[in-house]
């Protein structure tokens, strides 16, 4: 098998290296918008670099993963559909509706794969909380605490692209929410500060969100995410139930210090970021990517999974925005296709 690798930094080395190492996968071609970077990672790797997106299509390839900036990804993911090529593409699809919908509709059009990268799903720890509610271990479930805290905030200049924190951060909570309870979300009330540096108040974004998310058998959600943790890269997850609560992401390099006198120490190597925190999980969606284009498993997570997540946090900005509660029929959840 052969792929092409759209995109070569931070996420799309690893993928290169994942997939570079696979013994299913051949060989790759990979790509970037600064060619000495892709050429460097060919080097490394033993592959071979292409000078542009043009020649991934016309070179010859029998899949597409694309890890480009988020601008980029509806319309690869649609010139890939119409090449009759499988895309593995990390979220979002688009940072808005209209460019989601329009890329799902392509795929629909050409009968392709595109496998969203919602890495969470193959996290063993929230693999174990969705084994925990589907049991019955738990009982009902009756309250879900959610958090994702980066440690520094990103750079300036990519605030402005990135969608926003609910649609670049909190959107990972919105879809392993959905994958591990098994329910829908109905309504969201969210709010956010921009207190703190100047650089989210100048993006127009804000460095701390949170949302409570009613999901469609009355489970109350919490969900919140910063930019600013300095302690470390922190990503949790409570389930509450009438029998019985479990944690996702509480280990010896969880960020945490108690305050109790019996409590337990604080981690002495917390985790730096979410490359350290989801290895496994990334090598794991390759490796399940792989799997799919040969036709050996289903999607584990197609198109339409990253289109509710969006629309969650489509729902949680235009809250903080407006300052009132918003149901998720308010969103639209149909492609242009499908509407009449």
Not at 6 to 28: F, K, P, Y
Not at 72 to 87: K, T
Not at 148 to 159: G, K
Not at 281 to 305: I, K, Q, S, T
Request: charged content about 25%; hydrophobic content about 40%; glycine content about 10%.
């Amino acid at each position: 098998m052969r792929i092409g690798v759209i995109g070569t930094g931070r996420i799309g080395t690893l993928h290169a290296r994942t997939l570079s190492r696979h013994r299913e996968v051949g060989s790759l071609i990979l790509t970037d918008a600064d060619p000495a970077r892709a050429q460097e990672l060919a080097h490394r790797l033993g592959e071979t670099a292409a000078p542009g997106v043009d020649e991934i299509f016309t070179w010859g390839v029998d899949a597409v993963v694309i890890t480009t900036a988020t601008a980029a990804h509806a319309e690869l993911i649609g010139r890939a559909a119409r090449s009759d090529l499988p895309v593995f593409c990390e979220k979002p699809i688009a940072l808005d509706l209209p460019g989601t919908l329009q890329a799902l509709t392509d795929v629909e059009t050409a009968g392709t794969i595109l496998q969203m990268g919602f890495q969470r799903r193959f996290d063993a720890g929230y693999a174990g909380a969705r084994e925990a509610v589907s049991s019955g271990r738990l009982g009902r479930l009756h309250t879900v605490r959610a958090m994702t805290c980066d440690p520094s905030p990103p750079p300036a200049e990519w605030l402005p692209l990135s969608g926003g924190l609910f649609r670049d951060t909190l959107i990972h909570d919105a879809d392993v929410l959905r994958w591990v309870t098994g329910r829908e979300v109905t309504d969201v009330y969210a709010a956010g500060s921009d207190a703190g540096p100047a650089l989210f108040r100048e993006a127009g974004d804000v460095a701390t969100g949170a949302a409570l998310l009613t999901l469609d058998d009355g489970t109350l959600a919490l969900v919140s995410a910063t930019r600013l943790n300095g302690a470390g890269y922190d990503v949790r997850m409570e389930l509450a139930g009438e029998r019985d609560t479990v944690v996702v992401g509480l280990d010896d390099r969880t960020p945490l210090a108690s305050t109790e006198p019996t409590g337990p120490p604080p981690a002495d190597k917390p985790w730096p970021g979410f490359l350290e925190r989801f290895g496994p999980a990334y090598e794991a969606e390759l490796n399940a990517f792989v799997e799919v284009v040969r036709g050996e498993r289903p999607n584990p997570c197609d198109g339409h999974e990253a289109l509710q997540a969006l629309r969650i946090a489509e729902a949680c900005e235009l809250s903080r925005r407006e300052r009132r509660p918003i149901r998720l029929t308010e969103i639209p959840d149909r492609t242009p296709a499908s509407r009449g």
